[in-house]
């Protein structure tokens, strides 16, 4: 391929796959002719108008998926990208809907969707098909290590350092940050001095956004499902972090985070499909871990720039009203 964009998630996982898909393909990372753009979900439509503006001959998305309100308009930018020639890869693991996968296969993209594993593995797992590459140990460890953060089960013992460094800094600044460690990874290297550094400030960050949580939060129990709404500063610790420490320190089955900044709610449980309960109030997600817009009124989101208290309140409501619905479902 002579230019190569990668369209990718913001988190460990999409800086993940990135590296993996760069490995398998054998293009390194700051080559000329390669983009690496990292986007939210929320954001995908409008990364994907500017990628049709700029002709390139591989698009690689990753990490990411479309919903019901930008379905359309993705499929059309998939078909305009098609119809010049660019060949468009797309690996994910979110839950899809089957018409979504059919209608984007259909417009020409060879899309791979695996509930089974993290992005980072469905990389590994199926480019090397396309490409007729193989995975060699440090790729599969990097996904190992990769998928037991996001997916939320710890079981790999480099999971969490990556997952802290990986959230070090937001904006554009964070994007620089992130194609650091996708030009690490993809190299060869799983650590490096300059993650420690990067570790240990993260951690003294995460433990100042813990102590202003810890002030900010409302416990409350229906049907003996026990849920924790607790308010979020910008900064550390990350949602997965932060849900994984309440969940124990308050023996709670949810946690349902919201941030200061931002109109979303995020949750985290290790015993109950929060997929669910996302997914009643407008979003999706994974079963672990899920997210959802916050709807509140345009009065009350201005307010809650001086007292963030109000989106707390917002929060527990909606999260209440979810909960007494849909209930909560064991993973087991």
């Known amino acids: 391929m002579r230019t190569l964009t990668i369209i990718t998630h913001t988190d460990l996982d999409g800086v993940g796959a990135a590296a993996a898909y760069l490995r398998l393909v054998g293009v390194s990372a700051d080559s000329r002719g390669v983009r690496i753009l990292f986007t939210e979900p929320y954001k995908l439509v409008k990364v994907l108008r500017d990628v049709v503006r700029s002709p390139t001959d591989t698009v690689a998305l990753m990490d990411l998926g479309p919903n019901a309100s930008t379905v359309d308009e993705v499929v059309g930018y998939v078909e305009a990208l098609t119809r010049r020639g660019t060949r468009v890869e797309w690996y994910d693991h979110h839950r899809w809907d089957e018409r979504w996968v059919a209608r984007l296969r259909e417009a ?14 469905v990389v590994v797992k199926y480019a090397p098909r396309l490409h007729g590459a193989e995975v060699d140990e440090f790729t599969a460890e990097l996904a190992r290590a990769v998928c037991a953060a996001d997916l939320w089960v710890w079981d790999h013992p480099w999971a969490p350092r990556l997952f802290r460094v990986a959230e070090r800094y937001r904006g554009r600044r964070g994007d620089a940050w992130r194609r650091t460690l996708v030009k690490g990874f993809s190299e060869g290297s799983i650590w490096w001095p300059e993650l420690s550094e990067a570790l240990d400030e993260y951690l003294r960050r995460e433990f100042e956004g813990f102590a202003y949580s810890l002030r900010r939060l409302r416990v409350f129990e229906v049907d003996g499902c026990r849920v924790a709404v607790v308010l979020k500063k910008p900064g550390p610790p990350s949602p997965s972090i932060l849900g994984n420490a309440l969940s124990a320190r308050l023996g709670v089955d949810v ?27 407008g979003g999706g997600g994974h079963p672990r871990a899920a997210g959802a817009p916050l709807n509140m009124p345009l009065l009350a989101r201005l307010l809650s720039r001086l007292l963030p208290s109000i989106k707390l309140r917002y929060a527990e409501k909606a999260v209440r009203d979810a909960v007494v619905r849909v209930g909560c479902r064991s993973l087991d």
């Open 255 to 281: 946690v349902a985070i919201v941030r200061t900044r931002g109109r979303g709610l995020s949750f985290r449980s290790r015993r109950v499909d929060v997929r669910e309960l996302a997914y009643h109030l």
């Open 108 to 121: 020409g993209a060879h899309l791979f969707v695996d509930t089974g594993t993290c992005s980072t593995g």
